[in-house]
């Protein structure tokens, strides 16, 4: 069982930077692939970005390509989303997820966050 908590969400200008981490615990001497997600109001929640264990693959939505980046720390057990160039349609809740194995998929993570507001004003 691996318990993740998101943090570093908030309100931003449009062209504005954040990021975001995910802090994980319990079970996590077993490599996981770690991903973040978002959902807008009204929307289902999509795939933005994933890192495997080694940080060696990484895999971005085409939405977020080249302006958000992906990122984790091992021996602190956190992920992090590097956000740049925000646009009003980031606005979501971010959710940090996590799965077992060593691809990069866009589906089946086991282990989810609470959430974490983004908001950017136009």
């Known amino acids: 069982q691996v318990q993740l908590v998101e943090s570093g969400g908030g309100l931003v200008q449009a062209g504005g930077s954040l990021r975001l981490s995910c802090a994980a615990s319990?079970?996590?001497?077993?490599?996981?692939?770690m991903g973040w997600f978002r959902q807008a109001p009204g929307k289902e929640r999509e795939f933005v970005a994933g890192?495997?264990?080694?940080?060696?693959?990484?895999s971005y939505a085409d939405s977020v390509k080249g302006r958000f980046t992906i990122s984790r720390d091992n021996p602190k057990n956190t992920v992090y989303l590097q956000m740049n160039t925000l646009k009003p349609e980031d606005t979501a809740v971010y959710y940090c997820?996590?799965?077992?194995?060593?691809?990069?998929?866009?589906?089946?993570?086991?282990?989810w966050g609470q959430g974490t507001q983004v908001t950017v004003s136009s």
């Open positions: 890192i495997n264990w080694s940080g060696g693959r990484t």
């Open positions: 997820a996590a799965r077992t194995g060593n691809l990069v998929l866009t589906r089946g993570y086991a282990y």
């Open positions: 319990g079970r996590t001497n077993t490599d996981y692939v």
